[in-house]
């Protein structure tokens, strides 16, 4: 018999986990160093496990005894090769193949070894050369990339560290996303972690960087800021957090610097206060909800799952409802008259309530259990889902607050067994929520929605007419009118498998247009142009993240310190990768082709609006000078010294920054201006500009930049 390997980091849902466990990654940075002043990782490891960390972060890769000493000490490694992501990587092809090559050299040596967890292929590509290069083009680079390491090392977790300053340049292809965050204050953390879960999609949310610096401030302040931040990020869900850093002992480039101590070890090797405060807490958390736990007076929930034929899933379903993990409930099965198995499949769980009902439709079936169920909450899954072991634990947190009236969270497809099932999860159209903020629903999809009792009663149930789908979407619609709030809780997720073939998903589709002209019967004021009109932002499972036709919100000459989305989308979830192939995406296309089509014949003929198909949106320009030609140069400074300084020299001689959705800097008629800096080594940095001018204009244009550049200190190169 085969012995099995040990345990690899893995996706969890939302979360991550190790082997068979759920774990919270509590990780911390390890250096870079300096040179003559480096800590050996066989003294240090044990001090780190010793504090509660899980897992720690290195910058210029792992040599075997790291690693070794990792694995001794119970440590998984976040890896980082350091390469020239900081400079224009898309023009100088050499320095991507250079990345490439390091990346992959690391992989060859050490990608097998039990210790690393995951890998990072850049940290943060300052905001201005990723507008420079072109959002989507660097995002599908670092996509590349990805899919090359992947292919070198396929069990292993990949990701890009991004930052709030390129909040839209998620990889789609990653395994999590990873965000570096320094937020000094506990409420906007409290406020931007669920916007992170959001930018996230299905995948989960890794903090992979945390600090603050205690030459600017105070050590009892960085100790109250960080075990704060921990809280946040254990009662937001999230998958883990990174300390930045282990020691105020650090290099940049090769550089000792002294100017900066983010450490929780001073450079003597002492501990700060912030280590003995986490000290308290870390040992204590394994997973996000232990050191969260629920109020004494916990609600007690009924999850109804109604079912009609649907034995082929049930019994998986039963499963995970009855291990769930929360102090109150009980589940009920309410059979709506099936043909099928489905009386000896519940009868094979003694824990469970089964009622039946002669055949009358899904809303009646809801309703049904409704009535018998005895808790203060409702929770309702379908049969062909799977309630995470959790599920119960975070939706009840949403009810604290007296006007909530449902609350639901995500519904992740698992891993596809065909073909088209791939296909169909990637698909449009399937259940899903719909947001208007970061924490508040304008639906939740019947799979995952839990009702307040209460708020249940007020509304009068499920309307009967609903016999299929629908259901959820009227009852949603209906507490939002009476005053009741939607909650979303980014944790609370089922696993929903989707329909196995195109052909059921075509017809599921045709199912909800047939339900969507029912609710245009009750609600004619939610519909526009043919069909629903959704305030908030449809979520399809994808990372948020730009593409060609995206406005992006740059601010003031691209300056702005959180760089989003001007409009939320949420791209849909991509091919799994056992199945993405031309072939598949082909079929996908398909699809896209006919899910609209289908859905609007089938609401326009059931007496909903007629269908309007409206032409696919331009795609986004910047708005420049038709007949206008581009021109680039360079300069160069001392490190202080790069486009900000440029900037502003042109803007006292009378240049006008453009507006925060441009992706130009400034303008003067008949001029346009783009900027980014390089970092060149520790004293210099390279300044590149483009200037759209007028083909008889080029000289008279590139002379005035010149001149701008001289007086601050540029040189062009």
Not at 31 to 58: H, Q
Not at 368 to 386: M, P, S
Request: some cysteine.
């Amino acid at each position: 018999m085969a012995l099995s390997g040990p345990a690899r980091l893995r996706v969890d849902g939302r979360f991550l986990a190790l082997g068979d466990k759920r774990i919270f990654l509590k990780s911390v940075t390890f250096g870079p160093f300096p040179s003559d002043a480096e800590l050996d990782p066989a003294t240090e490891f044990p001090r780190i496990a010793a504090s509660g960390f899980n897992s720690i972060r290195v910058y210029t890769g792992a040599t075997r005894h790291l690693l070794d000493c990792a694995q001794e000490n119970g440590l998984q490694v976040l890896v980082g090769i350091p390469w020239e992501w900081s400079r224009d990587f898309l023009a100088e092809p050499r320095l991507r193949a250079e990345g490439e090559l390091r990346l992959l050299s690391f992989l060859r040596e050490q990608g097998t070894h039990p210790a690393l967890g995951a890998l990072i292929v850049a940290n943060e590509i300052p905001s201005d050369l990723v507008r420079w290069m072109g959002p989507s083009q660097v995002r599908q680079a670092l996509e590349d990339l990805i899919d090359l390491c992947r292919e070198e090392a396929p069990e292993l977790l990949i990701a890009y560290a991004n930052y709030p300053s390129t909040e839209y340049l998620e990889p789609r292809n990653a395994d999590f996303s990873a965000f570096n965050v320094y937020l000094e204050n506990r409420e906007s953390q409290a406020l931007y972690l669920p916007r992170l879960q959001n930018i996230a999609g299905d995948r989960p949310i890794l903090i992979t960087e945390f600090g603050l610096d205690t030459i600017r401030n105070h050590e009892d302040t960085q100790a109250s800021l960080l075990t704060g931040h921990l809280e946040e990020c254990l009662a937001a869900g999230v998958a883990g957090t990174t300390f930045f850093a282990w020691s105020d002992r650090w290099a940049s480039r090769g550089a000792r610097m002294e100017d900066w101590a983010f450490g929780l070890t001073r450079r003597d090797k002492s501990e700060k206060p912030v280590l003995e405060a986490l000290c308290k807490i870390l040992p204590k958390i394994s997973t996000a909800r232990v050191t969260t736990p629920l109020k004494d007076d916990t609600p007690r929930i009924s999850v109804v799952v109604c079912t009609h034929n649907g034995a082929a899933h049930l019994e998986s379903c039963l499963r995970a409802c009855c291990a769930l993990d929360y102090p109150d409930f009980e589940v009920l099965v309410v059979d709506d008259g099936s043909t099928d198995q489905t009386p000896e499949l519940a009868a094979r769980f003694p824990e469970v309530r089964y009622l039946r009902q002669e055949h009358g439709g899904l809303s009646n079936a809801r309703n049904y259990g409704a009535d018998a169920a005895t808790g203060e909450l409702v929770a309702y899954t379908d049969d062909d889902c799977q309630p995470d072991v959790d599920w119960l634990f975070w939706i009840a947190r949403c009810f604290d607050h007296p006007k909530a009236g449902a609350a639901g969270g995500p519904n992740l497809p698992p891993s596809p067994e065909s073909l088209q099932e791939a296909i169909v999860a990637s698909a449009t159209g399937a259940p899903s929520h719909v947001l208007s903020e970061d924490l508040r629903a304008e639906h939740l999809p019947g799979c995952n929605l839990v009702v307040r009792r209460k708020a249940l009663e007020e509304v009068g149930g499920f309307q009967p007419q609903f016999l299929a789908a629908g259901d959820d979407v009227d009852l949603c619609w209906r507490l939002l009118d009476q005053g009741w709030e939607l909650v979303f809780a980014p944790p609370a997720f089922v696993w929903h498998r989707r329909r196995t073939s195109i052909v059921r998903y075509l017809k599921q589709q045709s199912g909800y247009g047939r339900a969507e002209a029912l609710l245009f019967a009750v609600h004619p004021g939610r519909f526009r142009n043919g069909g629903i009109h959704w305030e908030g932002s449809v979520y399809s499972g994808g990372p948020v993240s730009a593409d060609t036709n995206s406005v992006i919100y740059f601010g003031s000459m691209g300056q702005a310190g959180y760089q989003g989305l001007a409009h939320h989308t949420t791209p849909r979830r991509p091919l799994h990768r056992r199945f993405n192939s031309p072939a598949s995406r082909g079929l996908l296309r398909l699809c896209d082709l006919l899910q609209p089509i289908v859905r609007a014949i089938s609401r326009w003929r059931h007496g909903g609006p007629a269908p309007q198909f409206s032409r696919a949106r331009a795609g986004y320009r910047p708005r420049g000078l038709e007949g206008a030609d581009c021109s680039e140069i360079s300069f160069l400074g001392p490190s202080d010294t790069g486009r900000h300084q440029l900037l502003d020299a042109l803007r006292e001689a009378g240049w006008a920054a453009c507006g925060d959705t441009d992706t130009w800097d400034l303008r003067s008629a008949p001029f346009l201006l783009l900027t980014a800096d390089e970092q060149r080594g520790l004293d210099h940095t390279l300044v590149r500009a483009r200037l759209r001018h007028p083909p008889a204009l080029r000289r008279n244009g590139i002379s005035i930049i010149e001149e701008a550049a001289r007086r601050v200190g540029l040189e062009k190169r």
